[in-house]
């Protein structure tokens, strides 16, 4: 299996991609920790894996809070045995014109997209770097490479995380930590969910037309990328096996942004 033995932790696992991030790195050998600022809804996810012999924990984990982030990481690494593998994950959105957006709102979105990336990442280097070295992968957007309306913030965080990638890749080189950022094009979860009446509201269109004319219309065929389908690039990123690959920003957005 491609992380027999490796520890991974994924945050915002809870749900939506971060959960079958986490089960895919389960089935592929790793032990996985799920760390969720809902708790609860961490162990269970936990719960699922186990009860499929699977090796998990759950993790409460804000990770806007320093010490949780510490504590957590620290948790992660005292429980399975180490920390191969982080998966900076966590993240809301917030759709709002920009003339309307509180300061209260943006620095909200910046400390859980931005701050957490780098309380996370500095939380697991310190692991990584006394070790045998890692990988971390970045979740970010084709929002971190392309705008849209009313996301001034998420399109800020996003574009934020593939600058942060690129430089713990350089200082991570001599310990043997890649770093790189997966780029997904709309993915049909809550998150998501939430957006289309928001939009709709505020663009004064139908739900059917945010979802046809604005999420899905660069796409090539009409299609919501999947969780399968961030799992799995989520998967190959963490198991390649050299510096090959690092820094580097990989879309999956059925073609909705191309490079």
Not at 23 to 44: E, L, N, P, Q, Y
Request: proline content about 2%; charged content about 20%.
């Amino acid at each position: 299996m491609l992380l027999q033995g490796k520890v991974a932790l994924i945050t915002g696992a809870a749900s939506g991609i971060g959960k079958q991030i986490a089960a895919t790195f389960a089935r592929a050998g790793a032990k996985v920790a799920i760390a969720d600022r809902d708790a609860d809804g961490a162990s269970a996810a936990a719960a699922e894996l186990k009860q499929a012999s699977l090796q998990a924990i759950g993790i409460g984990m804000d990770v806007t809070d320093p010490e949780q982030v510490d504590a957590g990481t620290s948790a992660a690494v005292r429980t399975l045995g180490g920390l191969d593998i982080l998966v900076s994950n966590a993240g809301v959105q917030l759709v709002a014109p920009l003339e309307d957006l509180s300061y209260a709102d943006w620095r909200r979105m910046l400390a859980i997209h931005l701050d957490g990336a780098f309380l996370t990442t500095q939380a697991a280097l310190r692991h990584m770097y006394a070790h045998a070295g890692g990988s971390i992968i970045y979740m970010g957007s084709v929002h971190s490479k392309e705008a849209s309306l009313l996301k001034a913030p998420y399109v800020t965080a996003k574009h934020g995380l593939i600058g942060l990638a690129k430089v713990v890749a350089k200082e991570g080189a001599k310990h043997r930590v890649r770093a790189n950022v997966i780029c997904p094009g709309f993915v049909r979860t809550p998150l998501v969910d939430k957006q289309i009446p928001e939009q709709a509201r505020t663009l004064g269109m139908t739900e059917e037309q945010v979802v046809r004319n604005i999420m899905l219309k660069e796409t090539v065929d009409g299609e919501f990328t999947t969780v399968e389908d961030v799992a799995a690039c989520a998967l190959f990123l963490a198991s390649f096996g050299s510096a090959a690959l690092t820094g580097q920003s990989l879309v999956v957005s059925h073609g909705w942004s191309m490079q």
